[in-house]
């Protein structure tokens, strides 16, 4: 088994970005470097002032390159690319995204240290970068360099794939796990406790489940909600055990219980039920709520 550790630089992150730079290690079933691939590609589309921003590749350092297909590192990679070999990327997704782009059709086992940190640091920080120097990588990279003659540059590809290599094996040799076992965590979804972006940013799934459960309801039709948030939501709406909390959000009871309106004013709870515009998980409430009338 080869393993196939990289990354890519590109034009930026939209859907007709493409890659400008892709950098990749290959190591043996022992971790020993044995490859080192690091290619410049002259994209199809313009390099966005922001991608340049990060990486620092300009228009004049890729004029002259081949096309991605072209380069020996691609090549090279479609030689790689066979199940009983493995790749690992931090934030799989987007690369491979990328890759397909060019007509690579991914077939090797995949292990994603972004997710794989998810699991095993759920309360972490992710970010390759933020682990570099809050895991220590940092000091082991000049060693590294230093042994395969590896030349590196800020924000540059082969730089976070050195950094990537030094989480890979951090993770395999301080996080109780092996690799069969990231195979199998990169696979697996992740259960987030919070959520970590939107209107309730950092707050327990849970918690809004009961406070505001028609921000559940909408978060659940989205089709592009991420699939772990979505199996997170699943998850915890399976097994709460406190009822949720439906209130009007307008009209003369704003904030207020449905039960507690149902109280003293039935024939409000009715008319909103037939004419109020609300979620169908509040509707459906409501209707049992009216049933018992």
């Given at each position: 088994m080869k393993i196939i550790i990289l990354d890519t630089e590109t034009t930026g992150s939209k859907e007709e970005d493409r890659i400008c730079q892709l950098s990749y290690l290959v190591l043996n079933e022992n971790l020993e470097i044995e490859e080192i691939h690091n290619e410049l590609?002259?994209?199809?589309?313009?390099?966005?002032?922001?991608?340049?921003?990060?990486?620092?590749?300009?228009?004049?350092?890729?004029?002259?390159?081949?096309?991605?297909?072209f380069t020996k590192a691609y090549k090279r990679l479609k030689e790689l690319n066979s199940p009983?070999?493995?790749?690992?990327?931090?934030n799989a997704k987007f690369d491979l995204d990328m890759l397909r782009k060019e007509d690579f059709n991914p077939h090797l086992k995949l292990?994603?240290?972004?997710?794989?940190?998810?699991?095993l640091i759920p309360d972490g920080k992710f970010s390759l970068q933020y682990n570099r120097y809050a895991l220590g990588l940092y000091k082991k990279e000049d060693e590294i360099c230093k042994k395969y003659n590896i030349e590196i540059n800020a924000h540059d590809a082969l730089g976070d794939v050195v950094v990537l290599y030094l989480l890979f094996k951090y993770i395999l040799e301080n996080l109780e796990s092996d690799i069969n076992n990231l195979i199998e965590l990169t696979k697996k979804p992740v259960l987030h406790t919070k959520f970590y972006q939107g209107k309730y940013k950092f707050e327990k799934i849970e918690d809004i489940l009961i406070k505001d459960p028609d921000y559940i309801e909408y978060m659940l039709s989205l089709?592009?909600?991420?699939?772990?948030?979505r199996y997170s939501i699943e998850h915890f709406l399976n097994n709460l055990e406190t009822e949720p909390e439906f209130r009007f959000k307008i009209g003369k009871y704003k904030g207020m219980l449905i039960e507690d309106v149902a109280e003293i004013d039935i024939q409000y709870l009715s008319w909103a039920y037939h004419n109020m515009k609300m979620g169908k998980w509040m509707r459906k409430k409501i209707g049992e709520i009216l049933g018992k009338y």
């Open positions: 590609a002259k994209p199809p589309v313009d390099i966005s002032y922001e991608a340049m921003a990060v990486h620092h590749i300009t228009p004049e350092m890729v004029e002259d390159k081949p096309k991605l297909k009983d070999n493995l790749i690992v990327i931090h292990i994603d240290t972004f997710r794989i940190l998810k699991h089709t592009d909600l991420d699939p772990d948030v």
